[in-house]
């Protein structure tokens, strides 16, 4: 699904406790386009529903383009095999000039604020649009690991792979 709209964002500018405050906050800065890029099965109804009422909300800052891979794409028993599989149907979906971030158990433990200065950060290097991966079951592949320009984890604790998607769009959202 992917939805036009315009090309400069304006940062939100609701006042967080002193000190914790986007350094873009009402500031102007390139909205870059967004695209979501899942790997798994196919989603419940609720969680489809509340995705879409974020990219809903979102449509009005910049586009958003919410994309599902296959899990498993060739059925394969190995559990390598099957990352390997998830992780080449992935890197084949992003180009070169993409900003991309890694949603990884270990990955870097950021807050609200860090992922908008990472948000507004994307703008000012010339990429072209900002991607944001959750992997498959068992994670990310070689591949994406290396072609990915940061690599964020969500929460310490274990989340599924739907309710991180929800978690990333309330996150995007902030």
């Known amino acids: 699904m992917a939805i036009t709209c315009c090309a400069i964002l304006t940062a939100k500018t ?11 906050t009402g500031q ?5 386009p967004i695209r979501i890029l899942t790997v798994g099965r196919k989603r419940s109804p609720g969680v489809q529903l509340l995705v879409d009422e974020y990219i809903g909300k979102l449509r009005y800052y910049c586009s958003v383009e919410d994309i599902q ?3 498993n794409p060739r059925n394969a028993r190995n559990v390598k095999a099957q990352i390997e599989d998830e ?5 084949n ?14 990955g870097s433990d950021i807050d609200s604020k860090q992922m ?4 507004g950060d994307a703008g000012d290097t010339g990429a072209s649009r900002l ?6 079951p068992y994670g990310h592949g070689r591949q994406m690991r290396e072609r990915a320009n940061v690599s964020v984890k969500l929460s310490s604790l274990v989340l ?9 769009m309330e996150q995007l959202y902030r």
């Open 69 to 71: 891979t296959r899990s």
């Open 87 to 91: 992780d080449m149907a992935v890197v």
């Open 14 to 24: 609701s006042s967080p406790p002193s000190g914790r405050r986007s350094k873009y």
């Open 131 to 136: 991607l944001f991966c959750i992997g498959g």
């Open 28 to 32: 102007s800065v390139r909205a870059l």
């Open 160 to 168: 599924n792979h739907q309710i991180a998607l929800v978690v990333l």
């Open 93 to 106: 979906l992003i180009k070169s000039d993409h900003w991309v971030v890694m949603m990884d158990e270990n």
């Open 116 to 119: 908008a200065d990472l948000i």
